[in-house]
């Protein structure tokens, strides 16, 4: 974020400096979710459960720089028109899918407090929070469409990453399934 403001205040940004922070502000949520998501498996490699203290944190500082990647399309790239996102909504397929996924991580953001967990229950809260695997698949898919064939290698990236991830967590979901029925 630094880097960026410090781009911006000395005329470091391209000629296209709202293109330029949507694009740094959604890279940095994509990378920030996959952080978050690299904790659990890393700490069932490691055992370094401290690790799980930041998770929220990192969850956090992701939908903080969604805020900014959508703020700026709302506000420098559509000036606040809802008929004219709306219309962007339906049809361009890459702004449905990050929509999507935005509205997804809402009720994330909102229920990131110890009292929230409190309030939903442990379970119910987790079984909420697992709505982060859609997102993230969204954003990934967002980015995707969003660069239309151009260079597919950086949001391929990013897939293969969550590809791993999400398969580290296979034994985990299994085990707990088979305890369920145990």
Same mark, same amino acid.
């Given at each position: 974020?630094?880097?960026?403001?410090?781009?911006?205040? =000395?005329?470091?940004?391209?000629?296209?400096?709202?293109?330029?922070?949507?694009?740094?502000?959604?890279?940095?949520?994509?990378?920030?979710?996959?952080?978050?998501?690299?904790? =659990?498996?890393?700490?069932?490699?490691?055992?370094?459960?401290?690790?799980?203290?930041?998770?929220?944190?990192?969850?956090?500082?992701?939908?903080?720089?969604?805020?900014?990647?959508?703020?700026?399309?709302?506000?420098?790239?559509?000036?606040?028109?809802?008929?004219?996102?709306?219309?962007?909504?339906?049809?361009?397929?890459?702004?449905?899918?990050?929509?999507?996924?935005?509205?997804?991580?809402?009720?994330?953001?909102? =229920?990131?407090?110890?009292?929230?967990?409190?309030?939903?229950?442990?379970?119910?809260?987790?079984?909420?929070?697992?709505?982060?695997?859609?997102?993230?698949?969204?954003?990934?898919?967002?980015? =995707?469409?969003?660069?239309?064939?151009?260079?597919?290698?950086?949001?391929?990236?990013?897939?293969?990453?969550?590809?791993?991830?999400?398969?580290?967590?296979?034994?985990?979901?299994?085990?707990?399934?088979?305890?369920?029925?145990?």
């Amino acid at each position: 974020m630094a880097v960026l403001l410090w781009r911006a205040f =000395t005329g470091g940004l391209s000629v296209n400096p709202i293109a330029d922070i949507t694009d740094v502000a959604g890279i940095w949520t994509l990378r920030f979710l996959l952080i978050g998501l690299t904790i =659990t498996p890393l700490r069932r490699l490691t055992g370094w459960n401290s690790l799980i203290r930041y998770r929220r944190m990192i969850g956090l500082v992701a939908f903080a720089y969604l805020c900014l990647h959508f703020c700026t399309y709302l506000v420098f790239d559509q000036f606040f028109d809802v008929a004219a996102i709306w219309d962007d909504v339906a049809k361009r397929r890459y702004i449905t899918a990050g929509f999507a996924g935005f509205v997804l991580l809402i009720p994330l953001a909102v =229920t990131s407090t110890t009292g929230w967990i409190r309030r939903l229950g442990g379970r119910r809260w987790a079984r909420l929070h697992r709505l982060v695997y859609v997102a993230t698949a969204l954003g990934i898919v967002h980015f =995707t469409w969003q660069v239309r064939g151009a260079d597919l290698r950086e949001p391929l990236a990013y897939a293969a990453v969550f590809a791993v991830l999400l398969a580290a967590r296979v034994p985990g979901w299994l085990n707990a399934r088979a305890a369920r029925r145990a």
